[in-house]
Protein backbone atom coordinates (compact mmCIF):
# COMPACT_ATOMS: atom_id res chain seq x y z
CA UNK A 1 0.00 0.00 0.00
CA UNK A 2 1.67 3.39 -1.21
CA UNK A 3 0.80 6.20 0.71
CA UNK A 4 0.51 9.37 -1.17
CA UNK A 5 1.02 11.60 1.11
CA UNK A 6 4.22 10.76 2.18
CA UNK A 7 5.45 9.60 -1.42
CA UNK A 8 8.50 12.37 -2.40
CA UNK A 9 7.24 11.03 -5.88
CA UNK A 10 3.90 10.18 -7.30
CA UNK A 11 4.43 9.22 -10.88
CA UNK A 12 7.60 6.45 -9.44
CA UNK A 13 5.34 5.01 -7.10
CA UNK A 14 2.51 3.73 -9.74
CA UNK A 15 2.68 1.89 -13.15
CA UNK A 16 2.15 4.17 -15.90
CA UNK A 17 -1.00 1.48 -16.66
CA UNK A 18 -2.30 2.33 -13.47
CA UNK A 19 -1.84 5.93 -13.73
CA UNK A 20 -3.52 5.92 -17.19
CA UNK A 21 -6.66 4.07 -15.48
CA UNK A 22 -7.20 6.66 -13.29
CA UNK A 23 -6.49 9.45 -15.74
CA UNK A 24 -9.63 8.00 -17.26
CA UNK A 25 -12.10 8.37 -14.65
CA UNK A 26 -15.05 10.55 -15.30
CA UNK A 27 -17.50 8.74 -12.68
CA UNK A 28 -16.69 8.13 -9.09
CA UNK A 29 -18.71 5.59 -7.52
CA UNK A 30 -18.74 4.84 -3.31
CA UNK A 31 -20.45 2.24 -1.03
CA UNK A 32 -21.68 4.11 2.12
CA UNK A 33 -21.14 1.70 4.88
CA UNK A 34 -17.22 0.99 5.58
CA UNK A 35 -16.40 3.61 2.82
CA UNK A 36 -17.85 7.31 4.02
CA UNK A 37 -18.50 6.13 6.71
CA UNK A 38 -16.62 3.47 9.41
CA UNK A 39 -19.16 0.72 9.31
CA UNK A 40 -20.81 1.47 12.79
CA UNK A 41 -24.48 2.00 12.93
CA UNK A 42 -26.16 4.37 16.24
CA UNK A 43 -29.81 3.02 16.57
CA UNK A 44 -32.16 5.30 19.43
CA UNK A 45 -35.65 5.21 19.99
CA UNK A 46 -37.65 8.22 19.58
CA UNK A 47 -39.54 8.36 22.93
CA UNK A 48 -42.68 10.11 21.24
CA UNK A 49 -43.35 7.80 18.69
CA UNK A 50 -41.30 4.59 19.57
CA UNK A 51 -39.79 4.54 16.28
CA UNK A 52 -36.09 3.50 15.32
CA UNK A 53 -33.69 6.35 14.42
CA UNK A 54 -30.42 5.16 13.14
CA UNK A 55 -27.39 7.49 13.13
CA UNK A 56 -23.99 7.31 11.22
CA UNK A 57 -20.80 8.93 11.64
CA UNK A 58 -19.88 10.76 8.14
CA UNK A 59 -16.50 12.95 7.32
CA UNK A 60 -16.76 16.45 6.35
CA UNK A 61 -12.83 16.15 5.08
CA UNK A 62 -14.85 13.64 2.62
CA UNK A 63 -17.61 16.11 1.97
CA UNK A 64 -14.21 18.14 0.78
CA UNK A 65 -13.87 14.92 -1.49
CA UNK A 66 -17.01 15.83 -2.58
CA UNK A 67 -16.80 19.53 -3.51
CA UNK A 68 -12.69 18.56 -4.89
CA UNK A 69 -14.22 15.96 -7.44
CA UNK A 70 -16.47 18.47 -8.72
CA UNK A 71 -13.98 20.87 -9.35
CA UNK A 72 -12.44 17.73 -11.60
CA UNK A 73 -15.71 17.79 -13.23
CA UNK A 74 -16.25 13.73 -12.14
CA UNK A 75 -19.47 12.50 -11.53
CA UNK A 76 -20.38 11.45 -8.16
CA UNK A 77 -22.87 8.73 -7.23
CA UNK A 78 -23.61 6.05 -4.11
CA UNK A 79 -24.28 2.65 -4.47
CA UNK A 80 -25.19 1.16 -1.44
CA UNK A 81 -26.53 -2.82 -0.10
CA UNK A 82 -28.35 -1.06 3.01
CA UNK A 83 -31.36 1.67 2.70
CA UNK A 84 -30.68 3.91 5.14
CA UNK A 85 -32.55 7.60 5.78
CA UNK A 86 -29.21 8.48 7.15
CA UNK A 87 -27.35 7.79 3.71
CA UNK A 88 -29.96 9.74 1.88
CA UNK A 89 -30.02 12.88 4.71
CA UNK A 90 -26.12 13.39 3.98
CA UNK A 91 -26.36 12.47 0.65
CA UNK A 92 -29.22 15.43 0.00
CA UNK A 93 -26.50 17.72 1.98
CA UNK A 94 -23.88 17.42 -0.26
CA UNK A 95 -25.97 17.64 -3.52
CA UNK A 96 -25.05 14.24 -4.94
CA UNK A 97 -27.96 13.10 -7.50
CA UNK A 98 -27.30 10.05 -8.13
CA UNK A 99 -28.12 7.96 -5.34
CA UNK A 100 -29.22 4.33 -4.85
CA UNK A 101 -30.18 3.61 -1.39
CA UNK A 102 -30.14 -0.44 -0.87
CA UNK A 103 -29.35 -2.15 -3.67
CA UNK A 104 -27.67 -5.32 -3.07
CA UNK A 105 -27.57 -5.82 -6.77
CA UNK A 106 -24.86 -2.94 -7.79
CA UNK A 107 -24.75 -3.70 -11.15
CA UNK A 108 -28.47 -2.87 -12.13
CA UNK A 109 -27.71 0.58 -11.33
CA UNK A 110 -24.31 0.67 -12.35
CA UNK A 111 -25.25 -0.18 -15.73
CA UNK A 112 -28.25 3.01 -15.24
CA UNK A 113 -25.39 5.24 -14.89
CA UNK A 114 -23.06 3.98 -17.33
CA UNK A 115 -26.42 4.65 -19.56
CA UNK A 116 -27.33 7.90 -17.93
CA UNK A 117 -23.65 9.62 -18.55
CA UNK A 118 -22.51 7.42 -22.12
CA UNK A 119 -19.61 5.65 -19.81
CA UNK A 120 -17.59 2.32 -20.70
CA UNK A 121 -16.45 0.28 -17.57
CA UNK A 122 -12.78 2.10 -18.27
CA UNK A 123 -14.31 5.75 -17.56
CA UNK A 124 -15.50 4.74 -14.01
CA UNK A 125 -14.01 4.49 -10.94
CA UNK A 126 -15.29 2.28 -7.82
CA UNK A 127 -14.84 2.50 -4.16
CA UNK A 128 -15.59 -0.44 -1.93
CA UNK A 129 -14.33 -2.08 1.13
CA UNK A 130 -16.75 -5.89 1.05
CA UNK A 131 -17.29 -8.70 -0.98
CA UNK A 132 -20.45 -6.91 -2.29
CA UNK A 133 -18.75 -4.83 -3.79
CA UNK A 134 -16.31 -6.85 -6.28
CA UNK A 135 -19.12 -7.55 -8.83
CA UNK A 136 -18.32 -3.82 -9.68
CA UNK A 137 -14.68 -3.70 -8.52
CA UNK A 138 -14.07 -6.20 -11.28
CA UNK A 139 -14.93 -4.49 -13.95
CA UNK A 140 -14.72 -1.04 -13.39
CA UNK A 141 -11.31 0.66 -15.16
CA UNK A 142 -10.38 1.90 -11.60
CA UNK A 143 -11.13 -0.13 -8.48
CA UNK A 144 -10.20 1.63 -5.35
CA UNK A 145 -10.44 -0.34 -1.97
CA UNK A 146 -9.85 1.62 1.59
CA UNK A 147 -7.74 0.55 4.08
CA UNK A 148 -10.38 -1.28 6.23
CA UNK A 149 -11.34 -3.25 3.23
CA UNK A 150 -11.54 -6.64 2.88
CA UNK A 151 -8.45 -8.74 1.40
CA UNK A 152 -10.58 -9.93 -1.45
CA UNK A 153 -11.53 -6.63 -2.34
CA UNK A 154 -7.90 -4.90 -1.29
CA UNK A 155 -6.06 -7.81 -4.10
CA UNK A 156 -8.77 -6.58 -6.67
CA UNK A 157 -8.05 -2.75 -5.93
CA UNK A 158 -5.28 -0.95 -8.46
CA UNK A 159 -5.28 1.71 -5.17
CA UNK A 160 -6.04 0.80 -1.60
CA UNK A 161 -6.27 4.07 0.55
CA UNK A 162 -4.04 4.94 3.52
CA UNK A 163 -7.24 6.07 5.39
CA UNK A 164 -9.67 4.17 6.90
CA UNK A 165 -13.52 4.56 5.59
CA UNK A 166 -15.38 7.26 7.57
CA UNK A 167 -11.95 8.73 8.67
CA UNK A 168 -11.26 10.64 4.97
CA UNK A 169 -10.69 7.64 2.62
CA UNK A 170 -12.92 9.14 -0.41
CA UNK A 171 -11.39 12.15 -0.24
CA UNK A 172 -7.67 10.32 -0.31
CA UNK A 173 -9.31 8.01 -3.30
CA UNK A 174 -10.43 11.65 -5.01
CA UNK A 175 -6.96 13.18 -4.24
CA UNK A 176 -5.47 9.93 -5.93
CA UNK A 177 -7.48 10.22 -9.14
CA UNK A 178 -6.58 14.23 -9.62
CA UNK A 179 -2.88 12.86 -9.21
CA UNK A 180 -3.41 10.70 -11.86
CA UNK A 181 -5.17 13.05 -14.06
CA UNK A 182 -2.65 15.43 -13.29
CA UNK A 183 0.25 15.91 -13.82
CA UNK A 184 -0.12 16.96 -10.10
CA UNK A 185 2.34 15.98 -7.27
CA UNK A 186 1.90 15.59 -3.43
CA UNK A 187 4.33 18.85 -3.25
CA UNK A 188 2.13 20.75 -5.84
CA UNK A 189 -1.02 20.08 -4.11
CA UNK A 190 0.35 20.69 -0.18
CA UNK A 191 1.45 24.06 -2.05
CA UNK A 192 -2.15 25.32 -2.90
CA UNK A 193 -4.00 23.77 -0.14
CA UNK A 194 -5.36 26.59 1.43
CA UNK A 195 -6.65 28.14 -1.92
CA UNK A 196 -7.90 24.75 -2.27
CA UNK A 197 -10.07 24.82 0.61
CA UNK A 198 -11.53 27.98 0.03
CA UNK A 199 -12.76 27.21 -3.92
CA UNK A 200 -14.54 24.28 -2.07
CA UNK A 201 -15.97 26.39 0.45
CA UNK A 202 -17.39 28.95 -2.50
CA UNK A 203 -18.32 25.95 -4.35
CA UNK A 204 -20.42 24.06 -1.57
CA UNK A 205 -21.97 27.41 -1.18
CA UNK A 206 -22.90 28.10 -4.88
CA UNK A 207 -24.39 24.39 -5.19
Not at 121 to 141: R, T, W
Request: hydrophobic share 45%; with cysteine; net charge negative.
Amino acid sequence: MVDIYSSPNFETEFEPEVIERGNKVKLVIADVDGVLTDGSIYKAIDPATLADIEFKNFSIVDGAGIALARLLDLHVAIISGRHSLATEARAKELKIEDVYNGSLNKLKPYDDLKSKYSLNDEDIAFIGDDIIDLSLMEIVGAPIAVANAYHLVKDTAIYTTSLPGGQGAFREAIDWLAMCQGPVSYTHLRAHETDSYLVFRLLLEKK
